[in-house]
């Protein structure tokens, strides 16, 4: 009978347990501000996707499904394993350009970074 009891309590901090680490993760995602949208898989993103779209001759075609799909002011993703906000429309670009070097900086990823230095 204690080995059923020792067994109940193990079951029920794990439920516990994992109750709390659910509940604090949908309330970290849900409380960010990030645009909507999907980052694929990891390191790959949607890159393929847009490959795809760049090789058929329409890479404004990933845009705009995303556009559709998302939002047509700005929408997240992930290209070359880099993830960023995609700002579209005269909204988008006022915000980018009355803000550059105060809330928006310039970069350059990685991979591009490694190809110029070369």
Do not use: H
Request: charged share 20%; net charge positive; proline share 5%.
């Amino acid at each position: 009978m204690n080995i059923f009891f020792s067994y109940l309590i193990y079951f029920i901090v794990f439920s516990i347990s994992l109750a709390i680490i659910l509940l604090a993760s949908r309330l970290k995602s849900s409380s960010s501000k990030l645009p909507p949208g999907r980052k694929g898989w990891p390191v790959i993103g949607e890159s393929l996707e847009f490959a795809v779209a760049s090789k058929t001759g329409n890479p404004e075609r990933f845009i705009k499904d995303r556009m559709n799909k998302y939002s047509p002011e700005v929408f997240q993703t992930s290209l070359l394993g880099e993830n960023m906000a995609v700002m579209c429309g005269d909204s988008g670009n006022k915000f980018l350009f009355s803000n550059e070097d105060k809330l928006v900086t310039t970069w350059w990823p990685n991979f591009m970074k490694k190809i110029l230095s070369s």
